[in-house]
């Protein structure tokens, strides 16, 4: 592959679902639009996205520029004493979508990954406990994937949210191992959600 080529297939390689060998063939399609009208258009999209989303300062979704905090955080007929913990903001769309819940929302932006870096320092675990403490969270539901390293944080996060007094749930089976929120049908994850138990 050509040198010149090779910082846009690391970028693109980083996105999910997109390995090195997809990533060169994108590459490689961008290249060969003789017009540049694809390469033109999808910088524009990218520009425009940098100006008009930005994640929640609140709790993580995504949400337009003109409206942060989101509408999820600002809903006065949302259950204020119940807190919903996923891993990233696409989880929070994919809860939302099941109608199952109806309390806030917090992204902890990642897991307990030691092997990818990912450990206790991030930062967003600090702010979780802090937003339990401050606004009295009742429950903390733990809605997270059913891997290993979802496991350790969730029982990282039910120790350090242990003196906020706050009751730590976890999302029921109902999931497929190894499976995340985001593969999941909103029926499954509905009834995950209402069968939820003490962590």
Known sequence: MLEPLEPLIRALARLPGIGRRTAERIALRLVRDRSRS?????????????DAIRLCRRCGAV????????????????ESGVLCVVEDPADIEQVEKSGGFRGRYFALMGKLSPMRGESVVNPRFEELCRRVAEERIGEVVLALNTDMESDATAAYLRDRLAPAGARVTRIAVGLPAGSGIAYSDPVTLAAALQGRRPL
């Open 38 to 50: 694809l390469a033109h258009e999808l910088r524009r999209a990218l520009e425009e996205l940098d």
């Open 63 to 78: 949400t337009s520029a003109a409206e942060d905090p989101c509408r999820l955080c600002t809903d006065p007929h949302r």
